[in-house]
């Protein structure tokens, strides 16, 4: 009687095969260089994608955010390694988060996912005194500092973000972006943002009553593309390279044990 057969070392092999080629690809990216001469802005795309409906946006002297008027290049579709050339048609103001002069790039992957990209003229180091936030669902509630803070004011930028269900619909015109929001912190009130069903995460730029302006970053809530995804295959995904190389090593012991016992089976020379 034969124990090992190959129907099923096939049927495991046919499995690896199929959670291998399940396994994420390597996909491009989308990057920039950026460069300053007075009011005109270069925008190099770095990455190894195509940058669709790309816009730039700079404050104007009431802190609101004015689309730059394009020189040169094709800010429609911009390849890897082209160059957009645009200008500034409003000078931001002197004060507030317009010293730092941010410039705020829009666009959409091929798949037709918004992207945003910061920018700033005048760098900003992270700051030392961050405020605590949490989210609520799809608000984003940033508090006031405890004790006698140094920040007096807050800056946020935030774009909502729909989440992966606006890939169903087609490149829509570029609209303008949501406008800073100036908090002051005097009140002792909570800074209420709205971030989307993707949980967006926010630039917060805090000023001390010395003036001096640091950057706080607030991360995305949850990963680009992955809130409408459940849970279990989060987890096949974690797993999937450890489970593919267990299966490996099941299937070549099986193959070892079928060849050893068929060998032992095998009858001895001059024997019938």
């Given at each position: 009687m034969h124990f090992f057969h190959f129907q099923p070392f096939r049927t495991l092999?046919?499995?690896?095969?199929?959670?291998?080629?399940?396994?994420?690809?390597h996909a491009g990216s989308i990057g920039f260089s950026i460069s300053f001469t007075g009011d005109e802005i270069s925008i190099v795309n770095t990455g190894?994608?195509?940058a669709y409906q790309l816009s730039e946006w700079t404050l104007d002297a009431t802190n609101q955010w004015r689309k730059a008027q394009v020189l040169q290049g094709n800010a429609s579709y911009l390849a890897p390694g082209?160059?957009?050339k645009s200008r500034r048609l409003a000078a931001s103001a002197a004060k507030g988060i317009g010293r730092a002069d941010p410039v705020l790039l829009l666009l959409h992957?091929?798949?037709?996912?918004?992207?945003?990209?910061?920018a700033w003229r005048q760098t900003l180091a992270p700051t030392g005194n961050t405020l605590p936030y949490?989210?609520?669902?799809?608000?984003?509630?940033?508090?006031?500092?405890?004790?006698?803070?140094?920040i007096i004011s807050t800056d946020a930028i935030v774009l909502p973000y729909a989440g992966i269900a606006r890939l169903a619909q087609p490149f829509a015109e570029v609209a303008a972006p949501r406008q800073p929001v100036h908090h002051v912190w005097a009140a002792?009130?909570?800074?209420?943002?709205?971030?989307?069903?993707?949980?967006?995460?926010?630039?917060?730029?805090h000023e001390t009553a010395a003036g001096e302006l640091s950057l706080q970053i607030i991360p995305d809530g949850v990963l680009r593309g992955q809130e409408q995804v459940p849970g279990w295959l989060h987890w096949v995904r974690l797993h999937l390279l450890k489970l593919a190389t267990t299966l490996a090593g099941a299937g070549l012991l099986w193959l070892v044990l079928g060849s050893l016992h068929k060998a032992t089976r095998?009858?001895?020379p001059g024997k019938p």
């Open positions: 092999l046919a499995f690896l095969l199929a959670l291998t080629a399940a396994l994420p690809a190894t994608e195509p082209k160059t957009l992957d091929q798949a037709g996912s918004p992207i945003t990209q910061l949490e989210r609520q669902g799809t608000q984003l509630r940033v508090s006031p500092a405890a004790g006698n803070a140094p002792a009130t909570p800074l209420l943002l709205e971030t989307g069903n993707g949980q967006s995460g926010a630039w917060l730029v095998s009858p001895l």
